[in-house]
């Protein structure tokens, strides 16, 4: 079964830019869809196939996908970014990856 | 206003059933796919099932294929999540989803979950 590989936790300095990586073979050839989830919270989608955004999520709020890693990159991180973020692609079946606890420091 | 509200869930003993179910208002229930999705506790989000527009289609993750079915009444616009022969590793928060038109696989609304929780 495919598996999504992303790093357990990322730290950012306030009003800088955050890199949440996805690590998955051949990835690029997929699409790839983010989630951000505060704690006690249902997920929101804020990047679906790769790299567009739903209304309503900040356009600091970006995606890229190619090769082995997709990329969510949050620009001017503000303290209400800190969540758990998930990738997830379809693969034969739905994959989240483990998830990415974003801490802004 | 788009909502997915989930109801059902509990704690129940080991081999036993819980039907979960989720209510949708403010779209067209039958024109799109839904899915369960879980959530152990302090853990990451699993897919579990999914169900295409009409009912006539529908997917599971091995770990509770054979134990779980997944059905909709698009009149009620209602899914469910019939859950027999539940063990203690089912217990986590239980999240319905809408699939996003033309999202390739996107899950553009969540319900706001509800508990299952399996123990004697």
């Known amino acids: 079964s495919y598996e999504l590989t992303q790093p357990l936790s990322v730290s950012v300095a306030l009003g800088q830019t955050a890199r949440i990586t996805c690590g998955g073979n051949n990835i690029g050839s997929k699409n790839v869809h983010w989630y951000q989830q505060k704690p006690g919270q249902a997920p929101v989608l804020v990047i679906y196939?790769?790299?567009n955004r739903p209304s309503g999520i900040p356009e600091r709020f970006s995606g890229s996908n190619s090769g082995n890693t997709a990329t969510l990159t949050i620009s001017r991180a503000q303290a209400g970014d800190e969540a758990d973020y998930y990738c997830?692609?379809?693969?034969?079946?739905?994959?989240f990856g483990g998830g990415t606890k974003l801490t802004v420091l | 206003e788009v909502q997915l509200v989930e109801s059902g869930g509990g704690l129940v003993q080991p081999g036993g059933s819980l039907r979960l179910s989720c209510a949708a208002s403010g779209f067209t229930f039958s024109s799109y796919w839904m899915h369960w999705v879980r959530q152990a506790p302090g853990k990451g989000l699993v897919w579990v099932s999914r169900?295409?527009?009409?009912?006539?289609?529908?997917s599971y993750a091995d770990s509770v294929k054979g134990r779980f079915t997944i059905s909709r009444d698009n009149a009620k616009n209602t899914l469910y999540l019939q859950m027999n022969s539940l063990r203690a590793e089912d217990t986590a928060v239980y999240y319905c989803a809408r699939e996003g038109v033309l999202m390739l696989g996107g899950m553009d609304v969540w319900g706001q979950g509800t508990t299952v929780t399996v123990s004697s």
């Open positions: 169900i295409n527009s009409d009912g006539s289609s529908t």
């Open positions: 196939r790769d790299s």
């Open positions: 997830q692609v379809w693969d034969s079946s739905w994959v």
